[in-house]
């Protein structure tokens, strides 16, 4: 009775606002209680008017880094106008500029000139640049909006997303005066660690506003920030190429150019500041941008004098220094004025965040850095609050924001979802098992539908010095037990092939397979292939030759994992190859999941992604793939993939993925489970989203949904569409308040589910903590339910969402995610087997440097070399 009213009183007090997506019909109730701790911190919001000006720096031949705008405007605040900027006003460090007061400008706009602090008079005798900045009265905002939204009484709407980003300015305005930072954080060197090649690693800490139910919260997180290591640019290089002697960064001695560009790429942008003094006996005191290294080396590089003679830069630095070079035969630094410099008499001060990719054998390093147990992690987010130091900062308040750092973490009314029941097969010891922490395992169980396998092969590309027949025939027994273990039947041994790696991999792929149908009438439904060491590239091809040209069925193994391998490996090698030829590992038990696998009411469940090319690489393509399942029990899964524009963020061919999809699941219900006619249609689509952010909820709902309709429409069938996006890029995290709520890895129980305190004021949203924990600190998803004919109740859209997350064929763990969209994960990011190995379309990093033109033309190779499914691989689970 009591929450009938509550919903009630909920549901008129937002009857007249808008929402980009679907208005929280109500707050969930299933699972049991449970209080725990998230990252985020209540602040005030300001009580009087924020005035809003619009920000132009001139001249602005090319953006200025925000590290010289911020600098710029603390030049106009403290030096130039002092009484016109009292009290001070934030800064973004692009257009933006946010007062407390309205500044005294005699009209709505000023210009005012402004010169950076140390840039010295350069030697040409021109005085320090000038930048013109005017200011521009945009808005007032009236803060009064923000209250009214996170009290549901207002709609989000573009004074409300101008007053958060206004308090996201106040709060980052200290911090960027005082550290290095990013978009989103700021780094310290108060926890720092050296991973070698001349990078170290900070701590830094992210923080955002964000809009809670009933209150503003400073959501606060720690990052990561990987750092050029200061001291000398010499020691620097050296260390990169992973070299002692500072005459191997000398081309007289070998230097490979090669090397120098690969250096280069990793340098370039750096700021440096040079140790020796100018002409005029000063030392540069301003960093300078290194451009690029010069190919010849000090002693061998000349230049022409302001007077007009040659000479080379080691003579020159031997003038003016009056002392010879050290390292005459080393490569020289080039900055941006055009002047060259001997690394030797470079510098690299502290705190250069490196903003490119971090070299694949520093990755696990990164990885450590940042993985943190769930109290651990809690303690260095609370020893971030004294870095970012509201209390400290005039700016937060002058805003008069007052962030309740004592309260300590926000404390939230969470619960813990009970999961599905799982089914597995005739001959299991229990037929229904429940998941305890995310987890259970294969012991005494069969599949629920276990293959037959009547004929396969073994191709083993390691040597067979290193994998002998023995190790073959040890592989060949401990899979075979496995497979009967689970309840697969292995109805013959296997034929083994040992092949070399640099041959042509399709070609001895398709001669076992010809040998196989030769001996037994037909080829192989299952090609079990050894891969060496470092055997990436026979992967691709072995995937290319299974799915996409032949279309049969393959299993890679490693041969180092299969040496003295314990049965549990052979068991989730099994959990693959199963689904791989047709089976189903378990299904939901339907009695414990109703609303996804209602009779009366067939479901299809879809998980959508596309994947854009890393940073930098323009050449690239985007990918995209649409999983959906086939079945009643939303077990098994089918994929439909594509290649696409570069960096378009809607799926652009969805009309024909998702009319796959639907075709395919409703002709598995005839032709399969046997369904009468008329009955095979969904009558339900939950359509999830994957990798879109806030900003383009709208063009989901305008661009991908009318694909989905159409493709539903050309099939005369007319599902109940409900969308959800599922976003894992946010940083909200749960903390167990006791031992008693948390796992054994100290994270927040699978299961549990916060719709409250840190959720959206008026949309549809939810945390989901769906996994058992691991390593570090779990990481929840979040799911937004963007639109919805189905009229779920968020009880119903969450223990379905917790349910597919359980029905993941390869592991016998629930995963963060519901399965379709880990899927579509897995094939967007496998495109890369739908390119023929031996073709001309090329995944390596030199080919990433292109112009625009270049572009265009390598997008169109892209689109043409993709090729399609294997047609007998389409109905199956391949990507598994
Ligand atoms: C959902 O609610 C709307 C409005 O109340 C109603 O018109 C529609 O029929 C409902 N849909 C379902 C599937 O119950």
Not at 473 to 481: E, N
Not at 497 to 503: H, K, S, T, Y
Not at 784 to 791: A, G, P, Q, R, T
Request: glycine share 6%.
């Amino acid at each position: 009775m009591f929450s009938v009213l509550l919903t009630c009183l909920f549901l008129f007090r937002t009857a007249h606002i808008t929402t980009v997506g679907v208005k929280r019909p109500d707050f969930s109730t299933a699972g049991t209680p449970v209080t725990i701790q998230v990252n985020s911190f209540a602040t005030s919001v300001p009580n009087s008017i924020i005035h809003h000006y619009d920000v132009v720096i001139s001249p602005s031949e090319k953006t200025l880094p925000a590290r010289m705008t911020m600098d710029l405007i603390r030049r106009l605040q403290f030096d130039v106008a002092p009484q016109i900027f009292t009290p001070r006003c934030v800064y973004d460090g692009r257009k933006n500029i946010f007062s407390i007061h309205r500044l005294k400008f005699d009209t709505g706009s000023q210009e005012f000139d402004v010169t950076l602090a140390d840039e010295a008079p350069s030697a040409s005798g021109k005085g320090p640049k000038v930048y013109k900045i005017k200011l521009t009265h945009v808005a007032e905002i009236n803060p009064e909006v923000l209250h009214r939204f996170i009290e549901g009484k207002g709609s989000h709407d573009n004074t409300v997303l101008t007053a958060i980003t206004a308090l996201n300015v106040v709060i980052r305005m200290q911090p960027s005066l005082s550290y290095p930072f990013n978009v989103r954080s700021f780094f310290t060197d108060r926890e720092t660690k050296d991973i070698g090649s001349g990078l170290e690693l900070w701590r830094g800490y992210f923080q955002s506003v964000r809009p809670g139910i009933g209150k503003m919260l400073i959501n606060v997180d720690i990052s990561t920030g990987t750092m050029y290591k200061k001291g000398p640019l010499l020691r620097l290089c050296l260390e990169f190429i992973g070299k002692n002697h500072p005459n191997a960064l000398s081309p007289t001695h070998g230097l490979p150019d090669r090397e120098r560009l690969r250096l280069q790429r990793f340098i370039c942008g750096i700021r440096i500041l040079t140790t020796h003094c100018g002409p005029d006996g000063q030392k540069h005191t301003t960093p300078r941008v290194l451009k690029k290294l010069s190919t010849a080396p000090a002693d061998k590089l000349t230049f022409t004098m302001r007077e007009g003679q040659s000479m080379t830069v080691a003579d020159y630095f031997q003038r003016t220094q009056n002392k010879p070079l050290q390292f005459p035969h080393v490569i020289c630094a080039e900055v941006g004025s055009g002047a060259l410099i001997p690394l030797e008499l470079c510098d690299v001060p502290p705190g250069q965040l490196m903003r490119k990719q971090v070299p694949p054998e520093k990755t696990k390093d990164v990885l450590d850095f940042a993985t943190k147990k769930p109290l651990d992690r809690l303690q260095s987010i609370k020893n971030g609050l004294g870095v970012l130091a509201y209390g400290q900062s005039e700016y937060v308040r002058q805003f008069g924001m007052h962030v309740d750092n004592a309260a300590g973490p926000l404390k939230v009314q969470a619960r813990v979802l009970k999961p599905p029941m799982l089914k597995y097969g005739p001959g299991s010891r229990q037929a229904c098992i429940t998941p305890r922490d995310g987890a259970w395992n294969m012991v005494d169980k069969k599949f629920f539908k276990p293959v037959a396998i009547e004929r396969w092969a073994v191709v083993v590309y390691e040597r067979q010095g290193r994998f002998n027949d023995q190790a073959a025939q040890d592989m060949i027994k401990g899979l075979c037990d496995s497979c009967y273990d689970v309840g697969i039947k292995m109805k013959s041994t296997p034929f083994i092939f040992w092949e070399n790696g640099q041959g042509r991999i399709a070609d001895q792929l398709k001669s076992a397979g010809a040998t196989v149908a030769q001996k037994m009438g037909k080829g192989p439904q299952l090609i079990v292939v050894i891969l060496p060491e470092g055997g990436n590239d026979i992967y691709t091809s072995v995937k290319h030759f299974g799915d996409i040209t032949m279309g049969v069925a393959t299993q890679c193994l490693k041969s180092s994992k299969c040496y003295r391998a314990k049965p549990q490996y052979y068991a989730n090698v099994c959990l693959k190859i199963n689904v791989k030829l047709g089976g189903i590992n378990t299904i939901p038990d339907p009695s414990s999941v109703s609303v996804l696998t209602d009779p009366h009411n067939p479901t299809i469940v879809m998980g959508a992604l596309v994947i854009h090319p890393a940073p930098g690489s323009d050449g690239r393509p985007s990918f995209t793939a649409l999983v959906a399942n086939v079945d009643s029990d939303t077990a098994k899964y089918i994929a439909a993939s594509r290649v696409q524009t570069s960096r378009v963020e809607m799926i652009e061919e969805l009309e024909a993925m998702s009319h796959h999809c639907l075709t395919m699941y409703m002709r598995y219900r005839e032709v399969v489970e046997k369904k009468a006619a008329g009955t095979t249609a969904p009558k339900r689509m939950i359509f999830y989203r994957d990798g879109v952010s806030e900003g383009q909820f709208k063009q989901v709902l305008e661009q991908e949904l009318p694909l989905i309709k159409k493709a539903c429409a050309s099939l005369k069938i007319n599902p109940k569409i409900t969308i959800l996006v599922v976003g894992k890029r946010h940083h909200v995290r749960f903390f167990p308040m006791s031992e008693r709520d948390a796992d054994r890895s100290g994270n927040c129980k699978a299961g549990t589910v916060v719709d409250r305190d840190v959720a959206h004021p008026t949309e549809f949203d939810f945390y989901l903590q769906a996994h058992g924990g691991l390593l570090g600190t779990s990481r929840p998803a979040h799911y937004s339910v963007l639109y919805d004919e189905n009229n779920f109740s968020a009880d119903a859209l969450q223990s379905l969402s917790f349910a597919l997350c359980h029905v993941y064929a390869r592991s016998t763990r629930s995963v963060s995610i519901p399965a379709p969209v880990y899927y579509a994960d897995i094939v967007c990011s496998r495109a890369k087997n739908h390119y023929d190995p031996q073709g001309t379309v090329d995944f390596s990093d030199s080919a990433t440097q292109v112009d625009e033109g270049q572009a265009a033309s390598s997008l169109e190779a892209f689109r043409r070399g993709f090729k399609p499914l294997h047609q007998s691989q389409s109905t199956l689970m391949y990507f598994s």
